[in-house]
């Protein structure tokens, strides 16, 4: 009789313990031991065609809404090693809009647990068709890679752009390299691609907006026009109370802030899961860096665009709450009360037709990134000056600027460009910056870009019209006298002077005289003195660039170009060692860097017009 009543109590405890346990316990995903839990969540295995299911999701101000799904399937590796999830909208709003950019993360619920997010679909579909990144999946994210000791996975430089550093640092290649398409990082799933993410962009110009879509729209976003700009820059800024008390839950916008203040570029996309502090969404990457540092804030949708190619999302950032610190290939993930590091950008622009005669001023933060830096600072830039009108056709922009390092070290330049739009001011701002950013020395961290632009309505190019010689035969010692006369379009021509005494020591032969402006300037340092412009450290990459941009385009030079003495070891310029210690400096043992150093008299002067031609004559020296 105690045999049995034992037997029967075990058994009941057996049946109670049953109940408790939970689902699937032995069956969880490999790698998310301590994370998975069955009964939030249900895995590949245990999802079926024809199941109901539903997503959370934002099509209208904050308001998280539940639309109805239907799976049509599971199929395996449709990555390698990774499967999916395909469903189908059932709701009327998801049947008229088809598959929505801006729906990447939207949270998938089958029988009441998480499966895993909207993130892929097929352009031009008839019907509101879905692929689904399983949550198992998504919740690997961030678990690799090296962190920081309060856990954040540390940010890596990403690809960014490949300059060549062997060179003489050429701004104007630079900026054709930055300018260029980028190409796509996202794959072509057999006819599927990812959500691209809407990056919604507020207060800019059409033809600005419309380079910003050639460089983005490769990397997987689709440029938007928005409504408006960031309601609050910072946690702790000012705002309404009604957006500042929206927190980050599954099927809520997460957004992106790339650009904020007096313009803003926002990449749009949806909460899939918080646990903790920890935020995930996309469902897929958003550059695929792995380790990140971008601003991730709340947001609300203005709208949902349809469109027989691909619905969108417009909407805009309402509060930055956190950073993403993990960008992989299957989702984005990022912590809340974390600060991202942004970049303040300062422009001020004066213009000949603004009634505001000192000018307006307009500030800006942009993402800190090697790739999207550049490319962003290209955009704010060229449509802060243009915000107030176009260019006239005949337009002169005198720019100055300063970028400064975090280590005390500027880029500073100051000039002038005639006829060229935005072009110079672009390739003088902007590519020092991608150099800097993309340097293979060491990490650089720029505290802050500011510019300064006055917009003229005339052209003030002008060429060279004549160049007189007092001789064209000279003996050593003896005075060279020139008069060069320049001509302008519509204007009076202006005669320079310049006068040389050629050195006592001069050898007797031809030389040749050289009449030109600073384009041809810069050729003509770059072929004598190259090694000037070519970078070896951190250090002389600065001081290169700060002598490329020393450059004044509206000064004369006039040249008179003698043979060589001396030498030029490593960056140090010795013009006028003897020939015997010259001997012993370029002995081939010696690890230095040594070049002769070339001989030239050189005179110039500012004009206020840039010259786009050179004149080249002969004096023989007897």
Request: proline share 5%; charged share 20%; glycine share 12%.
């Amino acid at each position: 009789m105690r045999a049995c009543v034992f037997v029967l109590i075990a058994a009941c405890v057996a049946s109670v313990c049953g109940a408790a346990e939970p689902r699937n316990a032995g069956n969880i995903p490999k790698g998310l031991e301590g994370v998975w839990d069955s009964d939030r969540y249900i895995s590949t295995d245990e999802v079926k065609p024809g199941m109901e299911a539903y997503c959370l999701t934002v099509y209208k101000g904050t308001e998280v809404e539940k639309f109805g799904l239907e799976v049509l399937s599971v199929v395996k590796d449709f990555m390698p090693g990774r499967d999916a999830i395909l469903v189908r909208g059932t709701d009327e709003r998801f049947v008229h809009t088809g598959p929505v950019a801006g729906c990447s993360g939207s949270p998938v619920y089958i029988e009441g647990r998480l499966a895993g997010a909207l993130a892929f679909g097929w352009t031009f579909s008839k019907d509101p068709l879905y692929g689904v990144t399983p949550i198992a999946d998504m919740l690997r994210a961030g678990t690799g890679g090296r962190k920081t000791e309060d856990g954040r996975q540390i940010a890596e430089d990403g690809p960014g752009f490949n300059f060549d550093f062997s060179k003489p640092v050429d701004l104007a290649d630079v900026e054709k390299k930055i300018s260029a398409t980028v190409s796509s990082s996202r794959r072509d799933f057999s006819g599927t691609t990812t959500l691209p993410s809407p990056l919604v962009v507020s207060g800019m110009t059409d033809s600005v907006r419309a380079d910003l879509a050639g460089a983005f729209e490769p990397l997987g976003f689709e440029v938007v026009s928005g409504g408006g700009g960031s309601t609050m820059l910072t946690a702790g800024g000012g705002g309404s109370s009604d957006v500042c008390d929206i927190k980050l839950v599954p099927g809520g916008c997460l957004v992106v802030p790339l650009v904020a203040g007096d313009i803003t570029i926002e990449a749009v996309g949806t909460v899939t899961e918080v646990r903790g502090n920890d935020v995930y969404g996309f469902g897929h990457s958003f550059l695929g860096y792995g380790g990140v540092d971008l601003p991730m804030a709340t947001g609300q949708i203005h709208t949902v665009v349809s469109s027989l190619m691909r619905s969108f999302k417009v909407g805009t950032s309402t509060k930055i709450v956190g950073a993403l610190t993990t960008d992989e290939s299957s989702a984005v993930r990022g912590k809340i009360g974390v600060q991202a590091r942004m970049i303040p950008l300062r422009v001020k622009v004066t213009r000949y037709n603004d009634p505001n005669l000192s000018g307006r001023v307009y500030n800006c933060q942009i993402v800190d990134n090697r790739t999207l830096t550049p490319l962003l600072l290209r955009a704010g830039v060229s449509d802060l000056v243009q915000l107030q009108g176009a260019l006239p056709p005949d337009n002169t922009l005198y720019y100055k600027g300063n970028i400064e390092l975090d280590d005390g070290q500027a880029i500073s330049f100051d000039n002038i460009s005639t006829g060229q739009d935005l072009a110079e001011v672009i390739r003088d701002g902007v590519s020092p910056v991608a150099l800097l950013m993309n340097n293979p020395y060491s990490k650089v961290k720029i505290k802050s870009f500011d510019f300064d632009v006055r917009v003229s309505e005339k052209n003030v190019t002008a060429g060279i019209w004549s160049v007189e010689l007092s001789q064209s035969k000279v003996k050593p010692g003896g005075r060279l006298d020139v008069d060069v006369v320049l001509e302008r379009f519509l204007a009076q021509k202006q005669k320079y002077t310049f006068n040389f005494v050629v050195p006592k020591d001069t050898p007797a032969g031809t030389y040749q005289l050289v009449v030109c402006g600073g384009y041809d300037y810069e050729e003509f340092l770059k072929r004598a003195v190259p090694y000037r412009f070519v970078p070896e450290n951190l250090g002389t990459l600065v001081g290169a660039l700060n002598d490329v941009l020393a450059i004044d385009r509206d000064e004369l030079h006039c040249m008179l170009i003698l043979p060589g003495g001396g030498v030029a070891l490593e960056n140090a310029e010795l013009p006028e060692l003897p020939a015997t210690k010259a001997l012993v400096l370029g002995d081939a043992t010696r690890a230095a860097k040594m070049q002769i150093y070339p001989g030239w008299l050189e005179k110039k002067v500012r004009t206020g017009f840039v010259l786009v031609n050179q004149q080249v004559m002969n004096v023989t020296v007897e």
